[in-house]
């Protein structure tokens, strides 16, 4: 599904009136739409609409209205004199015949349901004075809150609280999604979001072309890879994961095992000598290879079978992890770096950038968290502390020439061709040791089977938030490959695929 900026969304509203949809007609559809939702959470209680003075307080006017009509005893802050309100919130302020109680916090009451129509599409500055006060005392107040559009404070398209925001216990947005209803700290404050038709022809949308995408199964369907009747396991690729020296092979074995469960035909773990034993002793269906430092390694990625490569966990910061990740660019796998293998170059961004980008190699994705990203793409993090995590994402994509995927309880991954996802399906739990390299495995898996590294990143994100669910709470790494077939089962069902 996509996702829109709220200049999207304008220019949503602007093509759709161009095309005869009154404009009123939309914020009628939309104050419906938020009376609907108010029913549902109010039942016989009574409603306090709290209205700004712009076309978000006039879907609060027209939802009084029809809530009003519908037999519920509904009131009405406004932030602004009623005459000060301009073209359709005038017009629905017009429709709505109760009495409109001044911006006084003592009016609020103890009502059974606030509606939050201060602010939505329009918030363009920090908010402070009586707006800030207004805002507070909702949240203080106790009662469910529905906000309309987004809870005023948010910044749609950031998702940045602009210095106080309403906390909604249920959020109606309009049309399509914006990127604060998916983006933390935005998405918090939504609680439940419903997006609610409003009479906007999707038609609109080959105009506006988003690039950005939620990640949902429907989004990265046509790439899903499902196992042939009449292919083999040399069919579904040959990943490989380069371990870390003894101190440190756990990580490559748990992203190994991600990409086993992931459905790479074959996985074999990369060793150092002297964690052959330790690699050998704790794996049987996932392979084990010496491997002797870079030129070793070069000389066993000259097999081309080995399709897919995973470097990074537990590899260890410095000059051989390069060595190692400088090596895999020049051989051409599709190739995942992650962990270590990042840090590795936090001095020397530009140069695996140059090397990326010389590669010509589309498939290659970039797994950082939030420190890594940092590390790694200092200038995209610190001198924009107010960018989005969309926006430095993409930026990001475009400055290394690879897929980068920033990991978080909202996902980003990016391509440097424009396109975005943000994941929102990640369970708290799952931000546990070890839990990124299995994330790396499970994209390396999927990359064996040759899915485009765009959406083997989106593809692996969101098994791996799914996974998170299965196991529950008290999930640790070594869980997640296990509950995959799970995870897959009920994909598979939901594309209708038999098995
Ligand atoms: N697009 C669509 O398809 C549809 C859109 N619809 C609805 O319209 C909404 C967008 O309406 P909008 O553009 O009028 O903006 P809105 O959010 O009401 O705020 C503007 C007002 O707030 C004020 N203001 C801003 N920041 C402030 C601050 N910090 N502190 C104080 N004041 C501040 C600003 O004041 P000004 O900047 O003029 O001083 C102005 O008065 C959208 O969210 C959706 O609900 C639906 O009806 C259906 C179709
Ligand atoms: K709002």
Partial sequence: MEILTTGEMEQADRL????????????????????????????????????????????????????????????????????????????????????????????????????????????????TGDPQAMIEAINANGAPVLSVDLPSGINGTTGAIMGVAVRATETVTFFRKKPAHLLLPGRIHCGRVRVADIGISDVVLDKIRPATFENIPDYWQGAFPVPRIDGHKYARGHAVIVSGDLTSTGAARLSARGALRAGAGLVSVLSPDDALGANTASLTAVMVRRMNGAAGFAEILTDRRLNACVIGPGAGVGEETRALVLTALAAKPALVLDADALTSFADLPARLFEAIKETGNTDIILTPHEGEFRRLFSEMSNKHPLRSKLERVRAAAGRSGAIVLLKGPDTVVASPDGRATIAANAPPWLATAGSGDVLSGMIGGLLAQGVPAFDAACIGVWMHGEAGHEAGPGLIAEDLPEVLPAVLRRLYDRFGIDY
């Fill in 16 to 127: 759709a009136i161009a095309a005869g949809a009154p404009g009123f007609a939309l914020m009628l559809h939309a104050g419906q739409a938020v009376a609907d939702a108010a029913t549902d959470l109010a039942g016989q209680g009574p409603i306090l609409v709290a209205a700004g003075c712009g076309n978000n307080g006039g879907d609060g006017f027209v939802a009084a209205t029809e809530l009003a009509a519908r037999g519920h005893d509904v009131s009405v802050i406004l932030l602004c004199g009623r005459d000060s309100l301009k073209g359709d919130a005038a017009l629905a302020a017009k429709g709505w015949k109760g009495r409109v109680l001044p911006c006084d916090l003592s009016a609020l009451g103890s009502p059974a349901l606030i509606i939050d129509a201060l602010f939505g599409a329009g918030l363009n500055r920090p908010v």
